[in-house]
């Protein structure tokens, strides 16, 4: 049900680690205060995860409220981006990776190139 998106316009993960054992009005005021959305649009689904990351947290808000919605996976953990603490919007594609156990940040690194010797 969550993979389809269905009734959701837009949405935005708050990367970094957040404490799960909020609730909505704890939650709906961290998107409010912390990161500046004080009016998201109806459709909008935020996500968040905790340190464990084998389960996942997302209030939607809709015209007569918010919902919230809690995703636990059995076997494994969600890829969540650890790298800051921000809250970006991302495609219904990428969406789909990360609820497939992909990692939204690329993880090949560049290989440093070695300086050629000097041709003779």
């Given at each position: 049900?969550?993979?389809?998106?269905?009734?959701?316009?837009r949405v935005?993960?708050v990367t970094?680690?957040?404490d799960?054992?909020?609730?909505i009005p704890?939650l709906s005021?961290l998107?409010?205060?912390?990161?500046g959305?004080?009016?998201?649009?109806?459709g909008?689904?935020?996500?968040?995860?905790?340190?464990?990351?084998?389960?996942i947290?997302g209030?939607i808000?809709?015209?007569d409220g918010?919902?919230?919605l809690?995703?636990?996976?059995s076997n494994g953990?969600y890829?969540?981006?650890?790298?800051?603490?921000?809250a970006?919007d991302?495609?219904p594609?990428?969406?789909?990776?990360l609820?497939?156990?992909?990692?939204?940040?690329?993880?090949?690194?560049?290989?440093?190139?070695k300086?050629?010797?000097p041709?003779?």
């Amino acid at each position: 049900m969550l993979r389809e998106l269905a009734g959701v316009k837009r949405v935005v993960i708050v990367t970094g680690r957040t404490d799960l054992r909020r609730g909505i009005p704890g939650l709906s005021a961290l998107i409010n205060l912390h990161y500046g959305f004080r009016s998201p649009e109806y459709g909008t689904l935020f996500l968040f995860c905790g340190n464990r990351r084998d389960r996942i947290k997302g209030l939607i808000l809709e015209e007569d409220g918010w919902l919230m919605l809690v995703k636990h996976v059995s076997n494994g953990v969600y890829q969540w981006p650890r790298n800051s603490q921000e809250a970006r919007d991302i495609t219904p594609e990428q969406f789909r990776l990360l609820m497939d156990g992909f990692t939204l940040e690329g993880t090949i690194k560049p290989v440093k190139q070695k300086a050629s010797p000097p041709l003779k």
